[in-house]
């Protein structure tokens, strides 16, 4: 290929995030909040200078210089791991590069210390020993310390494997974390090494505090970057630095000021488009909350021709897991376009390899005007087993509808294992599916695109044979004249760019 657009990547890192909401929220309340900030405390530590501050504030007028020493170092258990071994760590391994960004002084002063407090806290039946007040280790001696240390890195192993074990999600979620803790500029430099061939990435930006929070007003969690005075000039810098760049900025609804940050990003900081995230709570039509939000947000971008990008399939990074991603189904975007029709949208994830990688049948509907939103399951199961029930169907019939809408193809890799070999069966029904749907409705090869999603392609280990595929599967004969459409024309009218060097 000559010239690729990845329309579907990030470039956030783990100081974006509301780290201890998100634990909180995914383990339905079991880690508490006091455990949740001390596993954020772990993980934020070390990246950025005024963690080491707060850190040094704490423990003023008490010299612990001999333990400030990593835990592994004092356990005589040296890790190491490298980004790509992240997501394979076993339940040890994964301890063990916890430990790896511990230090002693951890266990005893501030929010870690606080959190293996909470754990062992009797009532919660957790630990039924005995504890030593921290107020008393000032006047033991060195050997008592010493076995204090070790007392607290016991509560604090047992603390992690329990975390670990409530449910298989925040396992995975930790381990993406810890890879989450490179800076913009090496994020940046992985996706563009393992899509070398990329002429231009767009990124798209999330603003997601208030929804880890019980009420959207009273923020207890918080992200370690500011969105409005940390995330976006942060990004604007990147965006600034490499010309391959071009960044969306997140839509909040639950933001007093939405219009001005939109506005501001668009106008005074270089964005080139809005991103909009259903699975945080809110949908695109006749929502309960922020239905005049995002009519301002609709009106606005189609007055000034400002490209939407959604996510559209019903999991995702919810705000509520397994019940807020049901808010992208695009039955919503379907009754938005009646009234904003000429809204540039693009409907990420295409939404779903559920219905792209069902079983092709004679009863699937192929002409657009046939396929009804009243269809459409949000069970993913349900759509699965038929084409005509599934978001993909809809995203399909919507991109033919209107002139404007587009569908991205990013993190649609069921066909594709972490070593690049596809899965022959399901390469044939995506094949398949798109030369039908081509045949038919000819008008939807100007609407495909090429997006990676990246950061959820390296949870799956796919992230360096991911580009490589798709442009394998499009180099079939059949499939050969729609590529430079999918890969780079389409983008280009989407983004209303010129000719890319």
């Not at 595929?469 to 280009?492: H, M, P, T, V």
């Amino acid at each position: 290929m000559n010239k690729i657009i990845d329309i579907h990547s990030h470039m956030f890192n783990l100081k974006y995030l509301p780290l201890a909401g998100i634990l909180v929220r995914y383990s339905k309340g079991k880690i508490s909040k006091r455990i949740a900030k001390g596993i954020e405390w772990v993980l934020l530590k070390g990246i950025d200078k005024s963690l080491q501050k707060e850190q040094i504030n704490l423990i003023k007028g008490f010299d612990l210089t001999e333990y400030e020493i990593p835990l592994s170092e004092f356990l005589n258990e040296k890790f190491d791991y490298e980004n790509d071994s992240i997501i394979g760590l076993t339940e040890e391994e994964l301890i063990g590069a916890l430990y790896s960004l511990t230090n002693v002084n951890d266990l005893l002063f501030g929010k870690l210390a606080d959190a293996i407090s909470d754990f062992e806290n009797p009532q919660q039946e957790f630990i039924n020993s005995e504890t030593i007040s921290l107020s008393e280790f000032e006047k033991m001696p060195s050997d008592k310390k010493i076995v204090f240390i070790r007392y607290r890195i016991k509560v604090f192993k047992k603390m992690l494997r329990w975390i670990l074990k409530q449910y298989s999600i925040i396992k995975n979620h930790i381990k993406w974390f810890i890879f989450m803790r490179n800076n913009e500029e090496d994020i940046y430099s992985g996706i563009k090494e393992d899509e070398k061939n990329v002429t231009l990435f767009v990124h798209h930006m999330m603003d997601v505090d208030h929804f880890f929070n019980k009420k959207t007003d009273n923020l207890i969690f918080k992200s370690r970057y500011d969105f409005e005075l940390q995330q976006l000039p942060y990004m604007q810098s990147l965006n600034s630095n490499h010309d391959k760049l071009i960044g969306f900025v997140a839509f909040n609804p639950a933001r007093s000021n939405y219009q001005e940050i939109i506005k501001d990003a668009i106008n005074n900081k270089g964005f080139k488009g809005v991103k909009f995230y259903p699975p945080m709570g809110y949908k695109a039509f006749d929502d309960e909350n922020y239905s005049d939000q995002i009519d301002w947000l609709f009106s606005y971008c189609e007055a000034e021709r400002i490209p939407i990008m959604t996510h559209c399939n019903n999991a995702g990074f919810e705000s509520y897991p397994k019940k807020s991603g049901i808010y992208s189904n695009p039955k919503y975007w379907e009754q938005a376009l009646e009234n904003y029709p000429k809204l540039f949208l693009c409907l990420g994830h295409g939404g779903g390899s559920e219905g792209w990688f069902s079983d092709v049948q004679n009863t699937d509907k192929l002409i657009a005007n046939e396929i009804s939103r009243d269809d459409i399951y949000d069970d993913s199961n349900l759509q699965k087993k038929n084409w005509n029930n599934s978001y993909a169907a809809l995203v399909f019939k919507l991109c033919v509808k209107y002139n404007n809408v587009y569908c991205d193809f990013s993190y649609i890799d069921d066909m594709i294992n972490s070593k690049g070999q596809f899965d022959n069966e399901k390469k044939k029904i995506l094949r398949q599916r798109l030369l039908n749907l081509l045949q038919s409705e000819k008008s939807f090869e100007m609407k495909i695109m090429y997006g990676s999603d990246w950061h959820m392609l390296f949870r799956e280990g796919k992230n360096k044979v991911y580009l490589k595929s798709y442009i394998n599967f499009f180099s079939n004969d059949q499939l050969k004249e729609y590529s430079e459409g999918f890969f780079y024309n389409n983008a280009i009218k989407y983004l209303s760019l010129s000719n890319i060097n």
